[in-house]
């Protein structure tokens, strides 16, 4: 199992922007797919945005337009692009191969009003 490891994370006013990575220790070729995920205070970890190999993508109704998920298969990276970000998207970002049960333990995003 690889080693996901998630940055870019930090404070930003409503309507700014953010940039995640997730860099992994090893070859994320073989997973199916990666994702985004995010868990606020008092709430469920909710998924925000998935990538599979072909580069399908889903997204949560509530970013849609505003993130934009990223894989890198050569760099064994992916990425979130956030803009426009709101309060509500405070959260503890995850990354994640889900389907293998693969956790990073998470970057902090924190939007101030």
């Known amino acids: 199992q690889v080693q996901l490891v998630e940055s870019g994370g930090g404070l930003v006013q409503a309507g700014g922007s953010l940039r995640l990575s997730c860099a992994s220790s090893?070859?994320?070729?073989?997973?199916?797919?990666m994702g985004w995920y995010r868990q606020a205070p008092g709430k469920e970890r909710e998924m925000v945005a998935i990538?599979?190999?072909?580069?399908?993508?889903i997204y949560a109704d509530s970013v849609k337009g505003r993130f934009t998920i990223s894989r890198d298969n050569a760099e064994n990276m992916i990425f979130l692009q956030m803009d426009n970000l709101r309060p509500e998207d405070t959260a503890m970002y995850y990354c994640?191969?889900?389907?293998?049960?693969?956790w990073g333990q998470g970057t902090q995003v924190t939007v101030s009003s």
């Open positions: 994640a191969a889900p389907y293998n049960d693969n």
């Open positions: 990538i599979n190999n072909s580069g399908s993508t």
């Open positions: 090893g070859t994320i070729f073989s997973l199916n797919a």
